[in-house]
């Protein structure tokens, strides 16, 4: 397997099944990619930044999902508040179900 550089991601949940396996978001400092009004800015101000981990402000790219083995994950850097986790949720499963249209 290739190494790469170590990225922050948001663990959305665990896949259902026997396997270890994890549906995430990405998760970027590139600003300029941001949907606004979808993805979640995670700035230095807010109430949870701090026990988030990051280092600057974030950018949880709800569009930009994956599954990926749990053993490829290498540890905790933090969390977020739980309504920051709600309204991700939320606007993932609008977007998914199709009731918010771009």
Same mark, same amino acid.
Not at 20 to 47: A, N, T
């Given at each position: 397997?290739?190494?790469?550089?170590?990225?922050?991601?948001?663990? !959305?949940?665990?896949?259902?099944?026997?396997?270890?396996?994890?549906?995430?978001?990405?998760?970027?400092?590139?600003?300029?990619?941001?949907?606004?009004?979808?993805?979640?800015?995670?700035?230095?101000?807010?109430?949870?930044?701090?026990?988030?981990?990051?280092?600057?402000?974030?950018?949880?790219?709800?569009?930009?999902?994956? !599954?990926?083995?749990?053993?490829?994950?290498?540890?905790?850097?933090?969390?977020?508040?739980?309504?920051?986790?709600?309204?991700?949720?939320?606007?993932?499963?609008?977007?998914?179900?199709?009731?918010?249209?771009?």
């Amino acid at each position: 397997m290739a190494e790469g550089k170590l990225r922050p991601v948001l663990l !959305i949940s665990e896949a259902p099944g026997p396997y270890d396996d994890w549906l995430i978001c990405m998760i970027s400092s590139q600003f300029h990619q941001q949907i606004e009004g979808f993805d979640e800015l995670i700035e230095e101000g807010d109430g949870d930044f701090q026990q988030s981990g990051l280092k600057k402000t974030g950018v949880v790219r709800i569009s930009r999902l994956a !599954i990926v083995e749990g053993q490829i994950l290498e540890g905790r850097i933090g969390k977020i508040s739980s309504d920051r986790m709600q309204r991700i949720r939320r606007r993932l499963a609008e977007w998914i179900g199709g009731s918010k249209r771009n």
